[in-house]
């Protein structure tokens, strides 16, 4: 009788320490979950942010155009009279190129100058006559605004004849023709394609961001699409305003192209050099979470997790740089970050950086 006593008491007091401890236990819980916090601490790693020097750069694209490059065509219609040049050959500036038939405007031009010796001896005679006063002022002024149309129509004749020789503005490379002897032309006859491209022109587009850091005589490299050869040009022009739709700047390049490697419009990968940091804050990119609005990070202070937005620019093969949102020595998680909440107790095991 007395066992069964001892163990009924074993067995009551028991019970009321399981239950005393599920108490216990509850009231921690509640505790916790009033101030939003879990207890779970989460088992990391992370770096200690260290200041790294970094070569700032932007990788764009753009496009290779000629120094100079013009569509010949004629002023003035007629038909072709001479072709002077090769199809693929170097001009100089100045040389003939085609020559159009001007014939009717030289008997024009005869009949104009023939109009305009006349009009000058009437207006030679006009002024003798004034100086004897045998004609009257009026009378001579006619006789001289004659003679002043009569020599303006034969210069305009003139004009006409000289605009029948299509000559090369600039030296260059003329391509292929598109006419041959005894076409008739028209100004809107495209004759043939005159390149410069001794020099060629690297023109591309910048984000806006980037705008203050462009200056003229900068710098930069780029290959072309399929090569492994890299160029060098230098800025030499800068459009003055954004472009409002594109939010993007425009920029020109110039570089030298005298083995005529570089062909016009073709494209170009540019490597522009911005600014050299001493003090960039570089971070591995699996630490980066991207949300709606950007891109955030974890950190920890005083063992939790605390949830940072940050701004990004260029990156490495491995790293990204930021621009806002860290500091130097700040503890950042960088894997592991999928099970972190903000506000966690969480436990870093820190890597090098």
Known sequence: MKIKNIVL??????????????????KEKDNSNKNGVTKT?????????????????????????????????????????????QEGSVVNKGQQLIKVNDI?????????KTMQNLASENERRAKLLLEKEAISQEEYEIASAEFQSAKAQSQLIQAQIA????VAPF????????????????????????????????????????ASLMKINSK????????????????????PAVELTTRTLQVRAIAENKEGKLIPGTFANISLPLENLDDAILIP???????????????????????VIIETGNRNEKEILVTSGLKIGDTLITSGIMAVKPGADVKVNLTKN
């Open 9 to 26: 008491i074993l067995l009551l007091v028991g019970l009321v320490a399981l239950i005393v401890y599920r108490i216990f236990s509850n």
């Open 41 to 85: 601490i989460a088992n990391t790693n992370g770096i200690v942010i260290q200041p790294k020097k970094f070569s700032n750069e932007l990788t764009l694209s753009g496009s290779i155009d000629a120094n100079e490059q013009i569509e010949l065509r004629s002023e003035v219609s007629g038909v072709v009279q001479g072709i002077y040049f």
């Open 104 to 112: 009717e405007l030289r008997a024009q031009f005869s009949q104009a």
């Open 163 to 166: 605009r029948t020789s299509i």
């Open 171 to 210: 030296s260059g490379r003329i391509g292929l023709r598109s006419i041959s002897p005894g076409t008739y032309v028209t100004p809107t006859t495209v004759i043939a394609k005159l390149v410069n491209n001794t020099q060629v022109k690297i023109t591309f587009s910048i984000p806006e961001k980037y």
């Open 220 to 239: 930069l490299s780029f290959t072309t699409a399929g090569g492994k050869e890299s160029y060098s040009a230098t800025i030499y022009a800068i459009e």
């Open 285 to 307: 990119t699996e630490a980066i979470i991207p949300i709606q609005n950007g891109k955030k990070v974890f950190v920890v202070e005083k063992g939790k997790a605390k949830e």
